[in-house]
């Protein structure tokens, strides 16, 4: 057995044991340390971390995952890696992002489903009430929930667009995917008063409250949702830091969240929000091209460097980790999550 010495984002050290058979994910789930993760396969970049010391086996994974950039700055995939001596790693997360019992499953009844653009759905649900949980919904903003399709053994990971409160309330933005069985579901089948299993909340992609950096938040279609559950939080704080965000979409028919945005600047007076449409119509007089594009031109005129999120699709994050490295952004400064189909 080799010992592993986990040090989180804000200093925080967690320590577990394992055997060089055993992901370090398994083996730190043994010692009843549950560290964020999703699909456990080497296809969402959820679990990574950076190995500072030590040896590891790392298994098969997606490049959209763990970048040649992210691998060669010492990241590594927790589902992916074994330990072949004693390590010491660290985590882009919080120490509250680590759970130290299983992750709990509620009930909670669909209150209301509306579009939101073209190609997405808002859903908005309630929990029901829990005996060991009671009604609140509790979490950090960034972080996602496993919805489960009612009668079905089928789950999706969806980030939460709201902010942690007492009556229960989740909020997401949902993508259509063709043939996609949850998107099925929304469209066909689902009606208010629906009852789900919910997981949650899980994942690591939540700010880092010891910075006091500016943030930037680089957003694809309904990766704004963790963005706007980080920024409304920061509006319910007072926060003055200055902060962004580059939010963008494929066309104009796929615009949506708008009116959040608009509330969200209202409400936070250093915040500047830049909406990208990629093939805009002849009539869009705003940014035409992607996130990335709009962020490589403000980062271009910036000296200070800020803090950066970016969630969406594999493209989006890659092209945003290229261009915030280019610009002088830290790689340790640089926070990501993937949107990607089931």
């Excluded at 509620?106 to 808002?122: K, L, P, Y």
């Excluded at 119509?281 to 200070?304: C, I, K, R, Y």
């Amino acid at each position: 057995m080799f010992k592993v010495k986990f040090v989180t984002r804000d200093g925080a050290s967690i320590a577990f044991e394992a055997d060089s058979s055993d992901t370090l994910l398994d083996a730190a789930a043994k010692a009843n340390i549950f560290l964020p993760a999703v699909c456990r396969e080497g296809g969402c970049g959820t679990c990574r971390a950076t190995r500072k010391s030590g040896i590891v086996a790392l298994g098969s994974y997606s490049k959209s995952a763990l970048t040649d950039a992210d691998r060669a700055a010492g990241d590594i995939l927790l589902c992916r890696s074994t330990a072949q001596s004693d390590l010491e790693l660290t985590a882009p997360f919080d120490k509250a992002a680590v759970g130290f019992s299983p992750v709990p499953e509620r009930g909670a009844r669909v209150a209301q489903i509306t579009r939101a653009g073209a190609g997405a759905v808002r859903v908005v649900l309630q929990y029901e009430d829990d005996p060991a949980h009671g009604r609140a919904a509790e979490f950090i903003p960034g972080q996602f929930m496993e919805l489960t399709i009612p009668g079905t053994s089928i789950t999706r990971a969806y980030s939460l667009a709201n902010t942690p409160n007492w009556d229960g309330t989740l909020e997401f933005l949902i993508r259509l995917h063709p043939q996609g069985a949850f998107s099925a579901y929304l469209e066909d089948r689902a009606k208010v008063g629906d009852s789900l299993l919910v997981k949650g909340p899980q994942g690591s992609f939540t700010a880092d409250e010891a910075s006091q950096a500016s943030r930037w938040f680089v957003a694809g279609g309904t990766g704004v949702a963790p963005m706007l559950s980080m920024l409304r939080q920061m509006a319910e704080f007072g926060d003055p830091r200055d902060c962004r965000l580059f939010f963008g979409v494929n066309t104009t028919g796929e615009l949506f969240a708008r009116d959040a945005i608009e509330e969200l600047t209202t409400a936070l007076p250093n915040l500047k929000a830049t909406i990208c449409i990629w093939k805009p119509g002849p009539h869009w007089s705003g940014f035409a091209g992607t996130p990335a594009e709009a962020l490589a031109v403000v980062l271009a005129e910036n000296v200070a460097r800020p803090d950066i999120y970016v969630c969406g699709p594999p493209a989006l994050i890659e092209a945003t980790e290229a261009i915030a490295l280019a610009g002088g952004v830290p790689h340790d400064r640089i926070f990501s999550e993937q949107f990607s189909p089931a």
